[in-house]
């Protein structure tokens, strides 16, 4: 089945997605809503539904954070996050995986990426869904401002842990 990639004007509807079978990735810059990522990997042969949510935290090595702000490089981050969740769909036998990333501003205890992954049984669901996440922080080229009262740092993801 070939990719379906959806862009719109980042002004209007703010969001880059690309679906393909069991597989959908997507960057916005509207809260996620846990219970349509979900849906969208949900199976009659999964026998589990892992659900990964990343929320924004008050801290950083122990600065309190004001804020903080996701940007990417859209394109490039959907083609990454479609590797991604490729792989780890084949390798898993996954009946279904959906990485969603938020942009821009997010505050403290929103979230700022899911990753949901559905598998005939548990153990690969769980293995999956911590497979992806960590290939998210260390390949998808998605970048954070963390701003803390006295100034703020760009960060990539794989070097904020």
């Known amino acids: 089945m070939p990719a379906q990639e959806t862009s719109r004007d980042e002004e209007q509807q703010h969001e880059l997605s690309r679906a393909k079978g069991s597989i959908y990735v997507a960057l916005t810059h509207a809260p996620l809503d846990l219970q349509s990522i979900m849906d969208r990997v949900r199976s009659p042969k999964a026998g589990a539904i892992v659900l ?18 996701y940007s990417s490089y859209g394109p490039l981050a959907i083609r990454t996050l479609s590797d991604i969740a490729e792989s780890i769909s084949s390798e898993h036998g996954l009946m ?53 009262g006295d100034g703020g740092v760009w960060r990539a993801n794989r070097d904020a842990r």
């Open 52 to 69: 990964f949510a990343g929320t924004t935290r008050d801290n950083f090595a122990s600065k309190p954070v004001k804020s903080l702000s």
């Open 96 to 148: 279904g995986i959906a990485i969603v990333h938020r942009l821009g501003s997010v505050p403290i205890g929103q979230e700022s990426i899911v990753i949901a992954v559905s598998a005939p049984h548990r153990q690969a669901a769980w293995k999956a869904g911590e497979e992806a996440l960590e290939e998210c922080k260390n390949r998808v080229e998605v970048w954070k401002m963390e701003e803390f």
